[in-house]
């Protein structure tokens, strides 16, 4: 069975503070996914990578910025976190289809 | 730009009674088509893909080109069945996925 695990399943951060957020995947997966779901918005892409050091903008980049630098771990960076960032946030992983495998969550709270 | 809408964001239904979550979308290219779901505290999880036309817990979605649709379907809703659901299209390169809003079904005794 693939595994995605995140860092943390709820955190609590202060306006201003940078906040990590970390993905982990165990299957060798070559694209890693980070969205954010929020009630009534359904999923939305934040950022992808689809190899080491290699990523791309989703949909809604701004005030978020990631690394990957192994394979099997892709961070997700609030560099001064807000409180619309107040979110649950998805990470997934997949290998050359579109089936994608998904952590937990983590719940952030920003206040 | 690829675009999916699910326009209920809300879906009540009794068991036993027959469910069809709707999903529509827009893309200019090859589309292929896939019913996520999350149940209550558990990750989101692949239900079925219009590639494979297998049902799943009961459930079936038929691709229509012509409708643009890929609605999912079961004839008998469990209680079991209650959980958000997200239709989702592919999005291009590096298997990228466009999800709809969700419709959160809740299928009452």
């Known amino acids: 069975d693939v595994k995605v695990t995140q860092s943390s399943r709820y955190l609590v951060k202060r306006t201003g503070e940078k906040v990590f957020l970390e993905c982990v995947q165990d299957?060798?997966?070559?694209?890693m996914f980070w969205y954010r779901q929020d009630p009534g918005l359904g999923l939305r892409l934040i950022y992808f990578?689809?190899?080491?050091?290699?990523?791309e903008k989703g949909d809604i980049p701004e005030g978020y910025s990631v690394s990957r630098e192994k394979k099997e771990r892709f961070s997700l960076i609030l560099e001064s976190a807000s409180t619309n960032q107040t979110s649950m946030y998805l990470c997934?992983?997949?290998?050359?289809?579109?089936?994608?495998?998904f952590g937990p969550g983590t719940r952030l709270t920003v206040t | 730009a690829q675009r999916v809408t699910q326009p209920e964001k809300l879906l009540s239904v009794f068991k036993g009674a027959p469910v069809e979550l709707k999903c529509n979308y827009s893309?200019?290219?090859?589309?292929?088509l896939f019913w996520y779901v999350q149940y209550s505290r558990q990750r989101l999880q692949l239900l079925l893909r219009?590639?494979s036309r297998e049902s799943i817990k009961g459930f079936t979605a038929d691709l229509n080109k012509g409708e643009t649709s890929f609605h999912l379907k079961k004839p008998f809703a469990q209680e079991e069945d209650s959980a958000m659901y997200y239709c989702?299209?592919?999005?291009?390169?590096?298997?990228?996925?466009?999800f709809g809003k969700g419709t959160l079904l809740t299928v009452n005794p």
């Open positions: 997934a992983s997949s290998y050359r289809t579109y089936e994608q495998y």
């Open positions: 299957m060798d997966h070559e694209n």
């Open positions: 990578s689809y190899d080491v050091k290699m990523k």
């Open positions: 893309y200019s290219g090859s589309p292929e």
């Open positions: 219009h590639i």
């Open positions: 989702a299209l592919n999005g291009g390169s590096n298997y990228k996925l466009t």
